[in-house]
């Protein structure tokens, strides 16, 4: 006759399983590493060449006016009306160190004139134009 076998329980596992907490972790790093260059796009225009030196637009405040000419301040939307309005506060409020126009190579001049003249009435003194390196052949 057989014995019956007598159980015996196991003891606790008190180790935290890490594999599945890697897994998600490296998921959400690939994720981000993909997101992370879409969300610095900004406003998209293509800027006129030029053969000076291009501008760096990272300090200060950058005003842009995409080819439907509607005006960014930074990367909020504003109409003529409301930029006329409000941009001079804005200016008085931020005190940016410069303004960077940016406007797309279609913009008729006049739209960039109008613009850049409410930049001086708020009492900007430097106002630089954002513009591509141009490809030089000599």
């Known amino acids: 006759m ?3 076998r007598r159980r015996t329980r196991a003891g606790l596992n008190a180790d935290i399983n890490v594999t599945s907490l890697v897994d998600v972790a490296f998921v959400l790093l690939i994720i981000f590493m993909i997101t992370a260059p879409i969300m610095q796009g900004g406003v998209e225009v293509r800027l006129p060449r030029a053969e000076a030196r291009p501008l760096e ?3 200060g405040m950058v005003v842009t006016i995409d ?6 301040v930074d990367d909020s939307p ?3 009306a409301d930029f006329r309005a409000t941009f001079r506060a804005l200016v008085g409020r931020r005190r940016p160190s410069g ?3 940016r406007a ?4 008729p001049y006049g739209e960039v004139a109008r613009v850049l003249a409410v930049i001086r009435t708020a009492g900007v003194p ?4 954002v513009t ?7």
């Open 99 to 101: 303004i960077y126009l």
């Open 67 to 72: 080819r439907r000419g509607r005006i960014y």
């Open 132 to 138: 591509e390196a141009e490809d030089v052949v000599r």
């Open 126 to 129: 430097n106002v630089g134009l």
């Open 104 to 107: 797309d190579r279609g913009v």
């Open 2 to 4: 057989r014995r019956p």
């Open 57 to 59: 637009s990272r300090q």
């Open 78 to 80: 504003l109409s003529y």
